[in-house]
């Protein structure tokens, strides 16, 4: 049976990583996945102050997977508010289910 989840995306920039997942960590999330990505966004401008179009390594998207919604909104609030006005980045949050995963079902599953 699948437990039901959210999942928080988090797209900023790579300068961000232990920052972000600091902050991931002390809301109490039991993990995250991180993935390097690229593209353009409205900002279209780093915090170096050059413009970028599309490299690979400027930006990383955190995927992290909360029991509800109210830790997935914790950890965007913090995320949004201490880093978005001055690095770009998106926050949205999915509806998932969790099929598999015994740090986050437990012992017995989900």
Known sequence: MAKPAKKLVIITEKILLKKVAQIIEEAGATG??????GGKGSRNVRSSGQPNVSDTQANIKFEVLTPDRDMAEN???QV???FFLNYAGMIYICDAEVLYGHSFCGPDGC
Not at 32 to 37: A, N, Q, R
């Open 75 to 77: 950890i965007a609030d």
């Open 80 to 82: 949004g508010v201490k």
């Open 32 to 37: 995250y996945t991180v993935l390097e990505t």
